[in-house]
């Protein structure tokens, strides 16, 4: 898979499947979370949908969030990449893939950021 080709580039003994697996089974967890809740904890933003969503921004490069199967939780996603403060980690995410992408040789799955 065109995802993995990075980590199997750098880490040949990692196991793919499983991170998919793990990062999916977060996806499913935060999806249950935002069930009929705006945010993480509630229907206020707080430090955990700042904190979450640093983390997702950066596995979403080569794990996307799929709308279809995680429909709230693409919603919030959208919603934390609204923010204000979200512009300076979309840097540091835009960066992280040029970087990469430059020296490891490695294109990411075509989707927004």
Avoid: C
């Amino acid at each position: 898979m065109r995802q993995s080709e990075i980590v199997r580039k750098q880490y040949a003994n990692v196991d793919v499947n499983y991170h998919r697996r793990k990062l999916h089974e977060a996806y499913d967890i935060m999806e249950r979370y935002l069930d009929g809740q705006k945010y993480m904890a509630g229907d206020q933003l707080t430090l955990a949908d700042v904190s979450i969503v640093t983390t997702l921004s950066t596995v979403h490069l080569m794990f996307p969030v799929e709308a279809e199967r995680w429909p709230q939780l693409q919603r919030w996603f959208a919603t934390m990449q609204q923010l204000d403060a979200y512009e300076v980690n979309q840097r540091g995410v835009e960066k992280l893939r040029d970087i990469v992408q430059q020296l490891g040789k490695f294109e990411f799955p075509e989707h927004e950021l």
